[in-house]
T-cell receptor, first 114, second 112 residues
Framework: AQTVTQSQPEMSVQEAETVTLSCTYD???????LFWYKQPPSRQMILVIR??????QNATENRFSVNFQKAAKSFSLKISDSQLGDAAMYFC???????????FGKGTLLTVNP | DADVTQTPRNRITKTGKRIMLECSQT?????MYWYRQDPGLGLRLIYY???????NKGEISDGYSVSRQAQAKFSLSLESAIPNQTALYFC???????????FGPGTRLTVL
């Protein structure tokens, strides 16, 4: 079974600085998708960024980018120029290529200090 | 704007009561899911449905049932609620062939 591990229960960053959240996963599949979801205090689950395993290029969405290391099964999220609104719980998630199910990590709580 | 909605947003009930959580979507997606979130555990899949006549159990389906009344509606029922079903419940949708799922705002359920 696939597992997703987020080893940092909590992280903090100063406003305008850069922070990296870690995620590792375990799978025997070669075709899969990886996601980062953000859950602010409003509790809404918001898709931040998505990466297809077959793509070598790291995904980027504005201030959010990933470092996808397929061989190492690592998928970290980098937030640049952190803003107060980035404070949230961040979840890493995995979906197999022929599967339907999202497998989530336990989350990293990010605090942004003014 | 196409959306995923859940009702109620918050609910407090007593042990043994029957509870129904409802999900509606205007995204036109065919696939719908129910997840449960507990502190420190991330989200876990309860049930999923790929179309109106398709219902499948997820990893934690015991104590729950679902109904897909229409392509746009997917309800989760707790036949006899118990305290360890206290959690945040999310509905999600996606389209066949698309990997990302879109989530509703969640329902916080407390069972006393």
């Amino acid at each position: 079974a696939q597992t997703v591990t987020q080893s940092q229960p909590e992280m903090s960053v100063q406003e305008a600085e850069t922070v990296t959240l870690s995620c590792t996963y375990d799978t025997s599949e070669s075709d899969y998708y990886l996601f980062w979801y953000k859950q602010p205090p409003s509790r809404q689950m918001i898709l931040v960024i998505r990466q297809e395993a077959y793509k070598q290029q790291n995904a980027t969405e504005n201030r959010f980018s990933v470092n996808f290391q397929k061989a190492a099964k690592s998928f970290s999220l980098k937030i640049s120029d952190s803003q107060l609104g980035d404070a949230a719980m961040y979840f890493c998630a995995y979906r197999g290529g022929s599967n339907y199910k999202l497998t989530f990590g336990k989350g990293t709580l990010l605090t942004v200090n003014p | 704007d196409a959306d995923v909605t859940q009702t109620p947003r918050n609910r407090i009930t007593k042990t043994g009561k029957r509870i129904m959580l409802e999900c509606s979507q205007t995204k036109g997606h065919d696939r719908m899911y129910w997840y449960r979130q507990d502190p420190g555990l991330g989200l876990r899949l309860i049930y999923y449905s790929f179309d109106v006549k398709d219902i499948n159990k997820g990893e934690i389906s015991d104590g729950y049932s679902v109904s897909r009344q229409a392509q746009a509606k997917f309800s989760l029922s707790l036949e006899s609620a118990i305290p360890n079903q206290t959690a945040l419940y999310f509905c999600a949708t996606n389209r066949e062939g698309r990997s990302e799922q879109f989530f509703g705002p969640g329902t916080r359920l407390t069972v006393l």
